[in-house]
């Protein structure tokens, strides 16, 4: 599913300039990605599609594309003194690598609580056990492009940046 993901990232600038789901479904398909890869990424692409719009999330297995928002946010602004707890489930699937990076992200004031929220909803979204840090920072990438928000610089080098390769001075 990331695959695909990171091509979408790569090929459609913003949500906007992404295709409908059918439309986007046969071009992935044309490109050699799997069905059920493809068919993850676009009930999962379809979930940030509801966060962006903020419309209240639906079943896991309604597939229907969100035609309008409603009046009421399921996303609630928190409050500036609002502390996030994590429960065991999100603690277990994100790991402590994710958990931490995040939190990085939220002290260097680039993830806002409302994006947060949204991240942590696509992480656990992602199919799979603990979420990788490389997968967790496709998917702060596809919450800012969901979002038609660019992060500055320095924080997309550290998003798109293999660490592995990182030399200390």
């Avoid at 993850?40 to 509801?50: I, M, T």
């Avoid at 502390?83 to 004031?109: A, W």
């Avoid at 967790?136 to 940046?161: N, Q, R, S, T, Y």
Wanted: charged share 25%; glycine share 6%; proline share 7%.
């Amino acid at each position: 599913m990331f695959e695909v993901l990171a091509f979408v990232y790569e090929n459609y600038s913003a949500v906007e300039g992404c295709p409908e789901p059918l439309h986007l479904q046969r071009k992935l398909s044309a490109v050699g990605f799997e069905a059920d890869e493809i068919e993850d990424a676009l009930v999962w692409l379809q979930g940030l599609n509801r966060a962006a719009l903020r419309v209240p999330p639906k079943s896991a297995s309604e597939v229907e594309a969100v035609v309008s928002p409603v009046t009421e946010s399921w996303l609630r602004q928190p409050l500036a003194t609002s502390v996030r707890i994590y429960p065991l489930y999100e603690q277990i699937h994100l790991g402590p690598q994710c958990l931490g990076f995040i939190r990085f992200l939220e002290s260097v004031k680039v993830l806002p609580a409302h994006l947060r929220e949204v991240v942590i909803d696509r992480a656990m979204a992602a199919p799979g056990g603990p979420v990788e840090l490389d997968d967790l920072k496709l998917i702060i990438l596809m919450v800012f492009w969901g979002f038609g928000l660019e992060p500055d610089a320095l924080i997309l080098d550290e998003l798109c940046d293999d660490v592995t390769e990182r030399v200390a001075h």
